[in-house]
Nanobody
Framework: QVQLVESGGGLVQPGRSLRLSCAASGSIFSIPAMGWYRQAPGKPRELVGTITSGGITNYGDSVKGRFTISRDNAKNTMYLQMNSLKPEDTAVYSC???????????????WGQGTQVTVSS
């Protein structure tokens, strides 16, 4: 019923920027919150940041000051602007969303498939 699709990943050089998108589609009444997570090989999944429908954000310590999350509620899309990228930012970046499919039901968490970001010279 609900699908999240990330896009914008790729290979970038250290110090450069990249912008990821996460588009939600399907049966959606509202999306109270969305988030970005990342996972490097052999490492646990790590919080990148979250954003509420009202635009309130929080970030993981490792990306604070370099990454910015925003969202376009009309498009059900969240963005991750990544600046000053470092090799240690290399990971699969996944988005999730807390979605209400109707006004009367509890929210459900959905995950996207992930997009690879590789930061290398």
């Amino acid at each position: 019923q609900v699908q999240l699709v990330e896009s914008g990943g790729g290979l970038v050089q250290p110090g450069r920027s990249l912008r990821l998108s996460c588009a939600a589609s399907g049966s959606i009444f509202s999306i109270p919150a969305m988030g970005w997570y990342r996972q490097a090989p052999g490492k646990p999944r790590e919080l990148v940041g979250t954003i509420t429908s009202g635009g309130i954000t929080n970030y993981g310590d490792s990306v604070k000051g370099r990454f910015t999350i925003s969202r376009d509620n009309a498009k059900n899309t969240m963005y991750l602007q990544m600046n000053s990228l470092k090799p240690e930012d290399t990971a699969v970046y996944s988005c999730n969303a807390v979605v209400k499919v109707s006004s009367a039901t509890p929210s459900t968490l959905y995950w996207g498939q992930g997009t690879q970001v590789t930061v290398s010279s």
